[in-house]
């Protein structure tokens, strides 16, 4: 990107005195050459408009034409003595314009690839479109499908509960029905048990009024009838005792299956509550 000009001769005097100076001052020219080169490429890869690039090649060119002019005072040549290095604003310019041509064709195909992408793109959005309302319309069918079978599923599962549970009911009517009779059953045989009991113990109002009235007609007797009405009276109160338990036994068994058949019923109740509330649901 740069040149550096071949040194000019130098004289016979000064040939033998500068040979040495002259490297030195090349060497520091082309440092600082090198120095302006790199700030070009920089301003380059900053990607600087052409104009600007342009005015940025002639600052560095002046700036490194001053240092250069610097240097050899500092070493005592002046500029008959030794040719000042310079850089090829004509080579740098071919360049930026190889830069700019570069840039154009770079845009230019950019376009170009937005543009297929576009209509890559607009082709990939259609297809989609298309595949969208594809996928929709057979998921409505597919919906509707599912639709129609869980309604005839339901219909079915709720005709066989309704089936169920008048079953269910008529049974459980049977079975109250039965528990009912039985109550009555039970209740009547109480009540002929309570009337057998009342009328025991009339016979033993009886009995106890004949025994008093036999106790007197033995006191009237004698004493030889004692021991004989003692005796029979230990007979009587052991039978109205017999009679007493087993009455007492009778009756406690007929509370007992009446509490048992009340609470059978209490809970046949609740059942068919519970199944009035579930099929009425």
Same mark, same amino acid.
């Given at each position: 990107?740069?040149?550096?000009?071949?040194? *000019?001769?130098?004289?016979?005097?000064?040939?033998?005195?500068?040979?040495?100076? *002259?490297?030195?001052?090349?060497?520091?020219?082309?440092?600082?050459?090198?120095?302006?080169?790199? +700030?070009?490429?920089?301003?380059?890869?900053?990607? =600087?408009?052409?104009?600007?690039?342009?005015?940025?090649?002639?600052?560095?060119?002046?700036?490194?034409?001053?240092?250069?002019?610097?240097?050899?005072?500092?070493? *005592?040549?002046?500029?008959?003595?030794?040719?000042?290095?310079?850089?090829?604003?004509?080579?740098?310019?071919?360049?930026?314009?190889?830069?700019?041509? &570069?840039?154009?064709?770079?845009?230019?195909?950019?376009?170009?690839?937005?543009?297929?992408?576009?209509?890559?793109?607009?082709?990939?959005?259609?297809?989609?479109?298309?595949?969208?309302?594809?996928?929709?319309? &057979?998921?409505?069918?597919?919906?509707?499908?599912?639709?129609? #079978?869980?309604?005839? #599923?339901? /219909?079915?599962? /709720?005709?066989?509960? @309704?089936?169920?549970?008048?079953?269910?009911?008529?049974?459980?009517?049977?079975?109250?029905?039965?528990?009912?009779?039985?109550?009555?059953?039970?209740?009547?045989?109480?009540?002929?048990?309570? /009337?057998?009991?009342?009328?025991?113990?009339?016979?033993?109002?009886?009995?106890?009024?004949? =025994?008093?009235?036999?106790?007197?007609?033995?006191?009237?007797? *004698?004493?030889?009838?004692?021991?004989? +009405?003692?005796?029979?009276?230990?007979?009587? #109160?052991?039978?109205?005792? +017999?009679?007493?338990?087993?009455?007492?036994?009778?009756?406690? @068994?007929?509370?007992? #299956?009446?509490?048992?058949?009340?609470?059978?019923?209490?809970?046949?109740?609740?059942?068919?509550?519970? =199944?009035?509330?579930?099929?009425?649901?």
């Amino acid at each position: 990107m740069s040149a550096l000009n071949n040194p *000019g001769a130098a004289s016979p005097a000064t040939s033998a005195a500068t040979s040495v100076l *002259g490297q030195e001052l090349l060497a520091a020219i082309n440092d600082r050459c090198q120095h302006h080169i790199a +700030r070009l490429h920089q301003a380059i890869d900053a990607s =600087l408009g052409t104009a600007d690039l342009i005015g940025t090649i002639s600052r560095v060119s002046n700036t490194f034409n001053q240092e250069t002019a610097i240097l050899q005072e500092d070493y *005592g040549f002046s500029a008959g003595q030794l040719s000042t290095p310079t850089i090829d604003i004509n080579i740098i310019g071919l360049l930026v314009e190889k830069l700019a041509t &570069s840039k154009q064709n770079h845009a230019s195909q950019l376009a170009q690839t937005m543009e297929s992408h576009a209509a890559e793109l607009q082709l990939i959005r259609e297809n989609h479109a298309s595949q969208l309302a594809q996928a929709k319309e &057979s998921h409505a069918t597919e919906l509707q499908i599912l639709r129609e #079978k869980h309604t005839i #599923k339901l /219909k079915n599962v /709720k005709e066989d509960h @309704d089936i169920k549970s008048k079953r269910a009911r008529k049974r459980h009517r049977t079975e109250l029905q039965d528990l009912q009779n039985e109550l009555d059953a039970t209740q009547e045989a109480e009540t002929q048990l309570t /009337k057998e009991n009342e009328e025991l113990d009339a016979e033993l109002v009886d009995m106890q009024n004949r =025994l008093t009235d036999s106790i007197a007609a033995e006191r009237e007797l *004698g004493g030889q009838l004692d021991q004989e +009405r003692s005796q029979r009276e230990e007979e009587i #109160k052991e039978a109205v005792a +017999r009679e007493r338990q087993k009455l007492g036994d009778e009756h406690l @068994d007929t509370e007992m #299956k009446v509490h048992h058949l009340t609470n059978r019923i209490r809970a046949m109740n609740i059942c068919q509550d519970s =199944l009035f509330q579930t099929t009425k649901f």
